[in-house]
């Protein structure tokens, strides 16, 4: 048993905890008390988040204004203050925080066309309920996550460098990228005009983000909230189209697998729309289709530079891998592109 856990309010005395889930980012541990509740220790990975009080405070605002709107007690996480009445303990710098657990829930790694859309309920609700929380209030956890533009010069910047020697052969690739430099300035010129509005964003949406009611499958909350930062809606709502919407794995090195799918994309515009449609503004809502094909393209560009840099960012598990998954993403927006007069006609018919 972690000595941190004995700083936390528990309603009881641990008598296990356990490594669960299957996340990447954080240490997390199912921890059982001996009156039978069960709580999520988790240690918060300070090589990814630099500023673990400052995301800690994010957290804590966030979640006490989602509180204020869900009625569900299993709809929204639940931290348990240390004794002292803090949100996280921290100790010899390192940051540890509890959770209640949300009980007989369960989390998906792949999804079902209906758990697909179940997701994109819960990224919904959680956008329309914080619609009126000010988003600036929030600390750039990591700063310019989404500035394309910021992306798009770094990857001019890996190219230029070609650390490894890796550029020669990349040719195609990277005048893939070159070749949409005007289309990555879309979303940020239309925020600088005061087109589009800084919200709260979620910067991970993939379905192994929401907890599910075990029985129903219907989605009950919105976890890892880490990456909450002020943003752009279409930028969650695309990252989840570029993860969800794709026939295939990100790292597929079979591309004739890789098809963007439209009615996997239908199916997340309905659920998102059913649930934060009357909170988004117009531009908002006709910048959906770009959101998709803009995160697609930036997490491309960002694999890709990866590659040229020799995998510093992205960890890889065989050589290569960081180009396979810059070549997905590439593959998907190639397909948006011929697919977008539909992906548009989506978002018109479902609003
Ligand atoms: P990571 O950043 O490592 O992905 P997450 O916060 O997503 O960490 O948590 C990892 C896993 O732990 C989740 O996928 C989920 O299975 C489980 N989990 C996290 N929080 C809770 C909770 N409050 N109740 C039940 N399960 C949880
Ligand atoms: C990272 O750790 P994971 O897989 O949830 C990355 C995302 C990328 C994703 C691509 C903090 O997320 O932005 O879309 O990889 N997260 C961070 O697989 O950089
Ligand atoms: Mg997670």
Redesign the pocket.
């Known amino acids: 048993m972690h000595p941190v856990l004995y700083r936390f309010a528990l309603s009881g005395a641990p008598v296990s905890s356990e490594p669960?889930?299957?996340?990447?980012?954080?240490g997390?541990q199912l921890v059982v008390c001996d009156n039978g509740e069960r709580y999520?220790l988790?240690h918060i990975n300070t090589n990814v988040f630099r500023q673990p009080e400052a995301l800690m405070r994010n957290i804590g605002q966030v979640i006490a204004h989602l509180r204020k709107k869900t009625c569900d007690p299993r709809g929204v996480?639940q931290l348990v203050p240390t004794r002292e009445g803090s949100g996280f303990a921290a100790e010899n710098g390192e940051y540890w925080r509890v959770?209640?657990?949300?009980e007989n829930?369960v989390?998906y790694q792949v999804a079902t066309c209906a758990l697909f859309y179940e997701s994109a309920v819960a990224f919904g609700r959680f956008q329309n309920q914080l619609a009126d929380f000010p988003a600036d209030a929030l600390v750039e956890t990591i700063p310019q996550f989404h500035d394309t533009p910021a992306r798009y010069a770094a990857f001019q910047r890996a190219v230029a460098e070609d650390r490894l020697g890796r550029r020669a052969l990349l040719q195609q690739e990277i005048a893939f990228v070159l070749a949409r430099e005007s289309f990555a300035h879309t979303l940020t010129d239309l925020q600088a005009a005061g087109e589009l509005p800084l919200r709260v964003t979620h910067n991970d949406t993939k379905i192994?983000?929401v907890?599910f009611d075990a029985t129903t499958n219907k989605a009950l909350c919105v976890?890892?909230l880490?990456t909450v930062m002020p943003g752009l809606s279409v930028n969650d709502f695309g990252d989840a189209i570029r993860f969800g919407a794709s026939t295939a794995a990100e790292d597929e090195r079979d591309l004739s697998r890789v098809r963007f799918d439209l009615g996997l994309y239908e199916t997340y515009v309905k659920g998102y729309l059913s649930t934060c449609g009357e909170s988004l503004t117009k531009t908002e809502k006709a910048m959906l289709p770009v959101g998709a094909k803009m995160m697609t393209l930036e997490c491309g560009m960002r694999f890709l530079a990866d590659h040229l840099a020799g995998d510093v960012y992205f960890q890889v598990s065989r050589k290569g891998q960081n180009l396979d998954r810059a070549r997905t993403q590439f593959r998907l927006v190639e397909e948006m592109e011929k697919s977008w007069g539909q992906m548009h006609k989506i978002v018109e018919q479902s609003h």
Not at 20 to 26: E, M, R
Not at 99 to 102: K, P, T
């Open positions: 669960y889930g299957s996340g990447h980012i954080n997390t999520i988790q996480l959770y209640e657990l949300v829930s989390c192994n983000n907890l976890i890892d880490d």
